[in-house]
């Protein structure tokens, strides 16, 4: 790892030598997360490395936030900051400041006044204690009441943009020497006093920053753009990952398209993308280069789809856009994903866009082929590895010559090795897929509230009013020592409107489907309930732990049958008795 002068650093960003490659968000610090950073320059703390890249011509840039450009810089002189654009952002705007109209522009300063009145009082100060003297003024008032230096020393407050340069015809020794002089007042003891005040806090605090050294890794210019998604996750340290759309809407960007516009127009105007992903940062931004990539040569890996020409991009975007609108529109209304945390696979977009946006794709045809290789995906987790190598391998086989699209006999590989086992329900999560894929498959099923009006769940406007709960409430399980997995795993799980389980409580399902203040007047039909894979008479009798273990053994089968019928295959329907008996023990912990 090499490593630079922070003055040294901060004259590349002010050069356009160091700028921002277009991928990269904008400055969103606030002030003070800016002061925070001073206290650790000014302490010497170190405030992490930074990762770079030599230019290629492929990415189009601006300077950092605040900076103005410059008209002769060549590209392949410039340093694209891939991880610590904040970070440089804030040390140029404290070090140089900006008092042009952008986001947070003004300036910073010291507040040495107070800086010595601690000294005078004998109080040491550093560490933390020393982010209570920076202090943030906007242009506003600079231009009010800090206009020049005599302001600024009159006022006691130190300006950081003159340690490194000379903005205002003062650097840092003469600003000092200016304030001793007008603060001794003619007292030759005082200018002494305040001069070796000056003499440490430019030994303990401006020394530091003026030799302050930023550590950086460079890529070279020839790194093939998947590497450097790649050490870009790897050493990112804000917890934004680097993506593929990043580094395409940098490379169209030179060619005028603008995809990151294009992205928020499709967020704000195709419905269920505006549904599911209003930012366009959920799924959008991650898919529609996949699903652009299938569109062009049946390609998506990260590495295919970072070669893919910005004229095929331009071609194939609203396309593309459209075909994402419509699966998720299928997924959201067909498939059970009322709301983003119940989708249960997000991967499944890219081969099922292309499918469904087939001008040959038809309902009547091939709806019912559509839907069961999505449960095929959903239920063998066929996507948990390899996504993009098996999503192109879906695409060939759904409309390939004589493939499934058209040919009944032609079954995907998803098909034709799916396999699935009634342990897999017992080991679902509640952020696992199969987990997600049975809440969503009760609800495409037909499953209804339980509350008054059983209103039906895939028709609420409101989806996030829906929540999975628990059929045997948390609370009356645990006065039988039945807590844990055994409590709350998927078999004890099922969605209802979340106002309809406040109004449950801690009942027990004997009590609850009866009480007409909670499910109406008629209790809860046999139908209602059936809907969610669950037997009236399972659920009606007064409880014990085997009548649990018998109503988990009950639903585990009617799920196993919801599972069988959607995936389109003959699966086993019970354990062998030596596992139902450990898997009944379980639950009943």
């Known amino acids: 790892m090499a490593t630079e002068q922070l003055k040294k650093i901060i004259a590349d960003v002010e050069s356009n030598r160091i700028v921002l490659p277009q991928f990269q968000r904008d400055f969103v610090w606030q002030p003070s997360a800016v002061l925070k950073l001073l206290t650790s320059l000014f302490n010497g703390y170190p405030i992490g490395s930074m990762l770079l890249m030599e230019n290629n011509d492929s990415y189009d840039y601006r300077p950092i936030d605040g900076v103005p450009e410059l008209k002769d810089i060549k590209d392949r002189d410039t340093l694209l900051v891939l991880d610590g654009q904040q970070r440089l952002t804030a040390c140029y705007r404290a070090f140089v400041g900006t008092l042009v109209a952008t986001r947070h522009s003004g300036r910073y300063y010291f507040n040495y006044s107070s800086f010595v009145d601690k000294i005078k009082q004998g109080e040491e100060v550093d560490g933390s204690a020393l982010e209570d003297y920076f202090v943030f003024v906007k242009p506003s008032k600079i231009a009010k009441e800090l206009n020049n230096t005599s302001d600024e020393t009159s006022k006691g407050l130190f300006p950081l943009d003159i340690i490194f340069k000379e903005p205002r015809g003062s650097n840092y020794a003469d600003w000092l020497s200016r304030y001793n002089f007008a603060f001794a007042k003619g007292s030759s003891d005082e200018f002494e006093k305040l001069a070796r005040i000056s003499s440490r806090f430019q030994t303990d605090f401006i020394e530091k920053v003026t030799g302050y050294q930023i550590n950086y890794e460079k890529i070279t210019r020839d790194t093939k753009p998947d590497v450097i998604c790649t050490v870009f996750e790897t050493i990112n340290t804000t917890g934004v990952k680097l993506t593929v759309f990043d580094l395409l809407v940098a490379k169209s960007f030179k060619k005028g398209i603008r995809l990151r516009d294009n ?67 299928i997924m959201r209304h067909e498939f059970g994903c009322i709301k983003y945390e119940f989708i249960p696979s997000i991967d499944v977009v890219s081969p099922l866009s292309i499918m469904v946006s087939d001008v040959r794709f038809s309902r009547e045809r091939h709806f019912a082929k559509l839907s069961r290789l999505y449960w095929n995906l959903v239920f063998s987790l066929y996507l948990s590895g390899a996504p993009e190598t098996k999503s192109a391998r879906l695409v060939r086989e759904w409309r390939q010559d004589n493939g499934y699209r058209d040919n009944d006999e032609a079954l995907p590989e998803v098909i034709r090795t799916f396999g699935f086992s009634p342990e897999e329900i017992d080991d679902a999560t509640k952020t696992s897929t199969i987990y997600r894929g049975i809440i969503t498959l009760l609800i495409s099923n037909g499953a209804r509230d339980f509350g ?69 007047s008629g209790g809860l039909s046999d139908g209602i309930l059936e809907a969610h894979a669950i037997t009236k008479s399972k659920i009606s009798q007064d409880f014990s732990k085997e009548v649990f273990s018998e109503f988990v053994s009950n639903r585990r089968k009617k799920i196993m049958r919801l599972i069988a019928k959607a995936t389109g295959h003959d699966l086993p329907q019970v354990l062998d008795e030596a596992h139902v008996h450990m898997s009944e023990s379980e639950y009943a912990e």
């Open 263 to 329: 992205l928020e127009d499709a967020a704000s105007r195709f419905e269920n993308i505006k549904y599911f992903d209003p930012n366009g940062t959920l799924i959008a931004s991650s898919y529609l280069p996949r699903i652009i990539g299938l569109m062009y040569n049946g390609q998506c890996k990260k590495g295919d789809l970072l070669q893919l020409p910005v004229e095929a991009i331009a071609e194939n975007w609203d396309k593309s856009v459209s075909a994402l609108d419509k699966i998720l529109g």
């Open 452 to 520: 008054i009006g059983n209103a039906l769940l895939k028709d609420v406007k409101e989806p996030n009013i829906i929540e999975d709960h628990h059929i045997y409430p948390q609370q009356f399980l645990r006065n039988f020592g039945i807590k844990g997995y055994g409590a709350n795993a998927i078999l004890n799980r099922t969605p209802i409107l979340s106002e309809t389980n406040k109004m449950i409580g801690a009942e027990a399902p004997h009590i609850y489907i009866l009480n007409s203040k909670i499910v109406g």
